[in-house]
């Protein structure tokens, strides 16, 4: 056979063995990323102990809840979400928001918007309520999966109440999960402990 058929030959085969395992792993990353059901979430129990009310949770249901909040529900996906909503018998509530993206990179992503926007939302709170009060404070990330981040927020409008409220945010795999936690005060009065904890269970529940 011409050498030249032959080298012609050899490298037909060498970039068909590489196309494949290229395409293998390709498959593998996919599938490995892929969770193979439903993310479970928090049950009323593994939330901050409330030593006036037990917790109270709803059913989880799917897409967005319905009041939002003001730090993180804003321009999000509309599918892949469910969520649960938990409450005392008195002010303090609580809800958790998942998202089941296509890919990791999305749900990088994804995590990234909603850590951004929780770091802006007192900027915005402050600019749209002339005269109000607020700050937040970034508590760090915790090692947990792919990572978590606990942040707080206290606004208080003119002449109004003052509002705390927790966002542990963290992903596994291509999904990402948003914890809020709120009551009337302060940053002073948080259960930060309590809630890194909570923040932790949430994740690490996902898929197990």
């Known amino acids: ?3 030249t058929l032959v080298r012609r030959a050899a490298v037909t085969v060498m970039s068909t063995v590489a196309a494949t395992s290229l395409l293998a792993a390709g498959s593998a990353e996919a599938g490995a990323a892929a969770p193979t059901a439903a993310p479970r979430f928090l049950a009323p129990k593994e939330l901050p102990p409330y030593p006036n009310s037990p917790w109270y949770a709803d059913r989880v249901k799917s897409g967005l809840p319905e009041g939002g909040t003001a730090c993180t529900l804003r321009g999000l996906p509309r599918k892949g979400v469910s969520h649960r909503s938990f409450w005392t018998e008195l002010d303090t509530n609580a809800q958790q928001v998942t998202f089941t993206t296509k890919n990791t990179k999305a749900a990088r992503d994804l995590a990234a918007k909603l ?5 802006g939302c007192v900027a915005r709170f402050l600019e749209q309520n002339p005269g109000a009060q607020a700050d937040w404070k970034d508590f760090g990330g915790l090692a947990v999966e792919e990572g978590a981040h606990v942040y707080g927020v206290h606004v208080a409008p003119p002449e109004s109440e003052h509002n705390v409220r927790l966002y542990g ?7 990402v999960t948003v914890v809020e936690w709120g009551q009337m005060g ?8 309590a809630f890194k904890k909570t923040t932790r269970t949430a ?3 996902l898929y197990r």
Not at 115 to 119: A, F, L, N, Q
């Open 169 to 175: 945010i963290g992903r596994d795999g291509r999904t």
């Open 115 to 119: 850590r951004k926007s929780v770091r």
């Open 203 to 205: 994740v690490n529940k």
């Open 186 to 193: 302060t940053l002073d009065q948080i259960p930060l402990k």
């Open 1 to 3: 056979m011409n050498r």
